[in-house]
């Protein structure tokens, strides 16, 4: 499709990318890669959890009935036959009238109902004395009790973090099958960037993007990787992509897609005719690419002023990411705050400022705003941890009012 000169809104603009993100086939993953992820199949279980009736606690095995008549003026004693530790692979027994000392975690001899605390007993070696009735099933944990055989430990969609690995780990599953983390691909382009370490001469500028971006679709779960720089030219462009098609689930170039005559990735890409370059109702962040490459590959062009490009990844390209890893909430949570300083913003776009937010100490938070408007500020981009959403139809913020944020959390996967 040709340019669309209509400014299209930020809504507008995200369902479409949206529409244009498929999904990932599911692979199976050793179960310690598997944190953060979706799973994609359903887990049933072949072993009961616990798998055998065992010890609650470190303490005496019992019959409870022999127990009934124990009492601290008529204490019982009962003769210790023996131990059973964690570990014992074969079942013991013991006859009525007898106990046996048992660890935490060891299996129930045959013949015992119920276990009385170590702590509560004189801790004898040849003969246990008790001064209470222990009734039936105290201190067993029953086989199975926490999941049976042939149930289902976890569904297809379960988000897998520690708690879920120690249950695959507990039925014994050490590789499970999950949707995949996305493998994004960055390229920054133009003709003035250097690698970083590079020390930048007259007129060059250090390639902060790539790292930006790699450093944001990591932090959405995606597994990503520079490409590298790329000077603004058409053919070096396509050269780039195109060995990249085959590794990648989703391609991400900043820079090029404004007006000028050196925009290259607009004019490179738009020539395919599969991607394709509108401007968005947002500041920063007006001019946006969008497309496939090898009608499969899902890939954005995104603003190069470092501001505008983290902006445009976290309104078009988190979302996407996050789709792509099957989550069902594509977006950040929000939270409100109150502005603590006035400012103006422009009629009919979305406002998206650099903020920092507070926690106030009697609850609610405010947030203060964090350099101008300029998009290439990078140093008070780092010193944010938030940005401010200023609706399209709102042109100025009043100290004091409430304003929508979003916190941009790590993510510490
Ligand atoms: P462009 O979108 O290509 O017109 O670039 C807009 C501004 O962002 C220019 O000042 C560029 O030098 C700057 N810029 C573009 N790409 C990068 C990058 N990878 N790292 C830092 N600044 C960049
Ligand atoms: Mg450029």
């Known amino acids: 499709m040709a340019d669309d000169d209509r400014l299209r809104s930020v809504d507008e603009h995200l369902q479409n990318v949206l529409d244009g993100i498929g999904s990932i086939d599911p692979i199976e993953l050793p179960l310690l890669d598997s944190q953060g992820l979706l799973l994609a199949e359903n887990v049933t279980t072949d072993v009961p959890l616990p798998g055998f009736d065992n010890s609650a606690m470190d303490g005496y095995a019992v019959r409870a009935v022999d ?16 131990d059973v530790v964690a570990g014992a692979r074969t079942k013991s027994g013991m006859g009525p009238g007898l106990s046996m000392r048992i660890m935490t975690g060891a299996p129930m001899p045959a013949g015992a109902d119920a276990v009385i605390p170590l702590e509560e007993t004189d801790r004898g070696v040849a003969k246990v004395t008790i001064t209470r009735q222990v009734h039936g099933g105290e201190c067993v944990r029953r086989a199975g009790e926490d999941l049976q055989v042939g149930k289902q430990a976890m569904g297809a969609g379960a988000a897998i973090g520690p708690q879920q690995i120690a249950l695959l780990a507990a039925i014994g599953r050490d590789r499970v099958t999950v949707r995949p983390r996305p493998r994004v691909l960055v390229l920054s382009t133009g003709s003035e960037l250097v690698e970083v370490g590079q020390k930048p001469s007259f007129g060059e500028v250090s390639d902060a993007n790539s790292y930006l ?44 897609v404004s007006m000028g005559a050196f925009d290259i990735v607009k004019q490179a890409l738009s020539e395919l005719g599969t991607v394709d370059f509108m401007r968005v109702a947002m500041q920063p962040g007006m001019p946006q ?16 002023n470092p501001v505008s490009a983290l902006v445009s990844f976290e309104v078009f390209v988190r979302p996407a990411i996050r789709k792509l890893l099957g989550k069902r909430n594509l977006q950040r949570a929000t939270v409100q705050a109150i502005a603590l300083e006035t400012i103006k913003s422009p009629a009919g776009r979305r406002q998206y400022r650099r903020g920092l937010l507070h926690r106030e100490a009697a609850g609610g ?36 009012s409430r304003v929508t944020v979003i916190p941009l959390l790590l993510s510490n996967r």
Do not use: W
Request: proline residues 4%.
């Open 289 to 304: 690419g969008f497309g496939h490459l090898g009608n499969r590959v899902p890939i954005f062009c995104l603003p190069g």
């Open 67 to 82: 127990t009934k008549n124990a009492s601290v003026s008529k204490p019982l004693q009962l003769p210790v036959v023996g």
């Open 365 to 400: 938070y405010s947030v203060t705003f964090v350099g101008g408007a300029g998009s290439h500020l990078i140093a008070s981009m780092a010193s944010s941890n938030c940005l401010v959403v200023i609706d399209e139809d709102v042109t100025e913020v009043v100290a004091g």
């Open 213 to 256: 971006i790699a450093a944001a679709a990591k932090d959405a779960g995606a597994d990503a990787r520079r490409i590298g720089i790329v000077p603004d030219d058409h053919s070096q462009l396509l050269d780039a992509l195109e060995s990249q098609l085959l590794r990648a689930d989703l391609l991400i170039t900043t820079g090029g």
